[in-house]
């Protein structure tokens, strides 16, 4: 087994690691759409700006086994310290501008690539004085994932520092039919969704409709996005539209992919008027629900967009309807399961670190005492 490196400038040629990629990807080494080869290179030509993308290849003779593709940025951890930071590839947008990808992995050769993987998260924690970066950051990966534990066992064997923060993907396992979806939905949440579709007038009013071309499907993500800016403008926030990079993103990933047919860009009308639209992504069996805009409504027009894309799903004949990290109550309502999503944070043992660390716990201990302090000065 033979480890290249890779470097890239923005603005590089990359198609040798494309041509990698796309080979693992057609082996089945790529199961989710935000780390296909398409969502990469889009995101490096939108967002590699001030990066440096360094990426470790094992071959087996001229056949990829797996990629560890990791961009360098400077990153200010706790306002105070500046961090030479890595992350996976797809990841570490500024918050303003971010396409927030989750399910973020390593492509491998199904079978023998978790093996390899490991041994290119050893080359590439052993590179990080060469490289002269402080830390890596895995954002929004399973832990189950290859990247997840082939740097943390790595992490672990280097004694290197480790911190993780969690949270959860509420998804719903389909059943065949909608009748048996209905019936896993609790009392209260299957009453609110009756009363909704009788408020717009009944089933047979209520059309939701997927575009069936590019143009339409570009037609729908600019309605959705002045419905998505028009809710949040309206509490005083920017909004994920107020991107022009995110906007530039998600149009270009959907001229790419569109004839491939994973999104699935849907309107909600009724009576000729659209209340609301959605973003997902189909890949394999699975849709993945990326966004959504809509009027508040007091049906619950939001609510009722999921529902009818989780019968155009069983229709469809998907396995899974993924609602993406978070735990709005609407999201755990209408999901039969969740999943864990974790980001991981590896750094080396500097005297940086050793402060930083210091820093934080002294904070955390004056947060602490702080109610205590107030009650005995009254």
């Known amino acids: 087994m033979q480890i290249v490196t890779l470097r890239f400038e923005p603005g590089d040629d990359v198609g040798e690691l494309g041509a990698y990629w796309r080979e693992?990807?057609?082996?089945?080494?790529?199961?989710?759409?935000?780390?296909?080869?398409?969502?990469?290179?889009?995101?490096?030509?939108?967002?590699?700006?001030?990066r440096q993308l360094l990426v470790l290849v094992a071959l087996d003779g001229r056949?990829?086994?797996?990629?560890?593709?990791?961009?360098?940025?400077?990153?200010?951890?706790?306002r105070i310290f500046p961090f030479r930071r890595m992350e996976i590839i797809g990841t570490g947008e500024a918050e303003r501008e971010e396409v927030y990808s989750e399910y973020v992995d390593?492509?491998?050769?199904?079978?023998?690539?978790?093996?390899?993987?490991?041994?290119?998260?050893?080359?590439?924690?052993?590179?990080?004085?060469?490289?002269?970066?402080?830390?890596?950051?895995?954002?929004?990966?399973?832990?189950?994932?290859?990247?997840y534990t082939a740097?943390?066992?790595?992490?672990?064997?280097?004694?290197?520092?480790?911190?993780?923060?969690?949270?959860v993907c509420p998804y719903v396992a389909l059943p065949s039919t909608m009748e048996d979806y209905d019936r896993q939905l609790d009392k209260r949440r299957r009453k609110g969704?009756?009363?909704?579709?009788?408020?717009?007038?009944?089933?047979?009013?209520?059309?939701?409709?997927?575009?069936?071309?590019?143009?339409?499907?570009?037609?729908?993500?600019?309605?959705?996005?002045r419905l998505h800016q028009g809710r949040w403008t309206a509490k005083g926030k920017p909004g994920a539209f107020a991107s022009s990079r995110f906007m530039t993103f998600q149009r270009t990933f959907i001229r790419r992919t569109f004839e491939l047919g994973w999104p699935e860009l849907w309107t909600l009308r009724v009576g000729g008027e659209t209340l609301a639209c959605r973003y997902n992504m189909r890949y394999g069996s699975t849709?993945?629900?990326?966004?959504g805009g809509m009027i508040p409504h007091k049906a619950g027009v939001g609510v009722l967009c999921h529902y009818f894309g989780i019968?155009?799903?069983?229709?469809?004949?998907?396995?899974?309807?993924?609602?993406?990290?978070?735990?709005?109550?609407?999201?755990?309502?209408?999901?039969?399961?969740?999943?864990?999503?974790?980001?991981?944070?590896?750094?080396r043992n500097s005297v940086k670190e050793r402060l930083r660390q210091a820093v934080c716990g002294v904070f955390r201990r004056v947060k602490r005492l702080r109610p205590s302090q107030g009650t005995d000065s009254t």
């Open 24 to 50: 693992l990807q057609e082996e089945k080494g790529v199961s989710h759409p935000m780390y296909s080869w398409e969502w990469m290179e889009t995101w490096w030509e939108v967002f590699g700006e001030g």
């Open 63 to 78: 056949h990829p086994v797996a990629i560890a593709p990791f961009v360098m940025r400077k990153a200010v951890m706790n």
């Open 106 to 147: 390593m492509p491998v050769r199904p079978g023998i690539g978790h093996q390899v993987a490991r041994e290119l998260a050893d080359s590439f924690l052993d590179l990080a004085g060469e490289w002269k970066y402080e830390d890596i950051v895995l954002h929004r990966v399973r832990p189950d994932s290859t990247v």
């Open 151 to 167: 740097f943390q066992d790595s992490a672990v064997a280097k004694r290197l520092s480790l911190s993780r923060t969690s949270d």
């Open 193 to 225: 969704i009756r009363r909704g579709i009788k408020t717009l007038g009944g089933i047979e009013n209520i059309r939701f409709e997927k575009a069936e071309t590019l143009e339409d499907g570009l037609a729908v993500l600019d309605t959705l996005a």
């Open 287 to 291: 849709i993945y629900c990326y966004g």
């Open 311 to 347: 019968r155009a799903a069983i229709q469809s004949g998907a396995a899974e309807y993924d609602f993406m990290l978070g735990r709005q109550p609407h999201k755990l309502s209408l999901s039969n399961g969740t999943r864990e999503l974790v980001t991981l944070r590896i750094a």
